[in-house]
């Protein structure tokens, strides 16, 4: 192992106990330096996610610059109430006693942050660290070196290596802190990586938050408005080229509207991104894939479901030496075809038809709890009956990807696709441990259980037990 890593892991948790009696008001200033950073680099960090994906400024602007300043001021604005923690109940037979919620700091948090979205799935899981008081030790991913070396700068001209350090490396380095014994490990990726992360934390019984994938339908039935439909699942699937654990990874359609999806797709990519091919690759507003490996992976993946009879709708045209993959609309496609093998994680979307909703539900059901859910529809009951019909870490309604930017709402997988939730006051408790305080005074009801078992008061206590039952 590197001995800086040892030596940055025994320095926090000498750290951490200070970190621990920090105030609200010391918190929210460490806070406010981060957004000052932050605004300072705004451009920066567009044109360093650019110079490693390819991808939109405008795009950039919101996923990670605006979602990020919009966490830490949400943080910032409500962490004194948070930190209160609050008063527990106190029921008949701990009469006599008074109880308090203290929420208490992990210690010293490990933070592995991926590459698609390389500031905001950095610095947003920090931000609940850093409001919950505790130490940090941050591994951005080296498929965006751009970002990961501005990411460098960033945390450390903004705070003491002892509570926040970033430390830029490949898998070795993942792997060699991964052997430390951090008291929470934070890690968004996939889900094969997810399972040795979860396996290491169990070394040092250090409790996880793991953010994963899978393949997250969009449902569109026969009530639903088909050309929304088909602009939202267009933007959804396409935004920063599909390389988005929420994008939708497929679409299941009502077998009565399939032909009009279908249409309603082709005329929204030609109206995001061009009417042409050679207009579509010219595109400033679509990205690339972020390395090789990743690109071969789609290539092949959409040469095989067309070997097995898929239809290409639109799109299908690569370009290895930009790494680009036109967005891509796959139809004719079932169940067992290549395509719905595993997360696509890409600008190719596969369309399904069924005839009822129970086997739509059958599909979703058959790829495990997805990440995220969309349901197109205008009908109450059948959104309902989905709803019902399969587990997801979230789902929306008529829309895609939105759900992920309320700070008000858990963000976090079930499953397969993840264990934890963040954002807000979810990532606050994330980061916590919450420890219930419990207070005696004199009397106390509880002496009525002490032995001898037969006497009077005993009875008496059976007697309440069962009033109560």
Sequence with gaps: MDPRLHEIFERQRERAPVMARTTAAERRERLKRLRAAVVKR????????????????????????????????????????????????????????????????RGVVLILAPWNYPVALVINPLVAAIAAGNCVVLKPSEKAPATAHLLASLVGETFDEREVALVEGGPETAEALLELPFNHIFFTGGTSVGRKVMMAAAKHLASVTLELGGKTPAIVDASANVRTAAQRIAWGKFFNAGQTCLAPDYVLV??????????????????????????????????RIVDDQHFDRLVDLVERSAAAGARVEIGGEFDADTRYVAPTVLSGVTAEMPAMEDEIFGPVLPVLAYSDRAEAIAVVRRSGAPLGSYIFSRDERATEELLRGFPAGGTMVNNTLLHYIGSDLPFGGVGASGQGSYHGYHGFIAMSHVRPVVRQREPALARIFFPPYEGRLFRFAQRVVRWLE
């Design 42 to 105: 705004r451009p920066a960090i567009a044109d360093a996610i650019h110079a490693d994906l390819a991808r939109p400024r405008a795009e950039s602007e919101l996923a990670e610059v605006h979602h990020v300043l919009q966490e830490i001021d949400y943080a910032i604005r409500r962490l004194p109430r948070w930190m209160r923690g609050r008063r527990g109940r106190t029921q008949l037979f701990l009469l006599g006693t008074s109880s308090r919620l203290r929420i208490e700091p």
């Design 254 to 287: 009502d077998a009565a509207v399939e032909m009009e999806l279908l249409a309603e797709l082709k005329t929204s990519i030609a109206r995001f991104y061009g009417e042409s091919e050679a207009e579509r690759r010219a595109s400033p507003d679509l990205g």
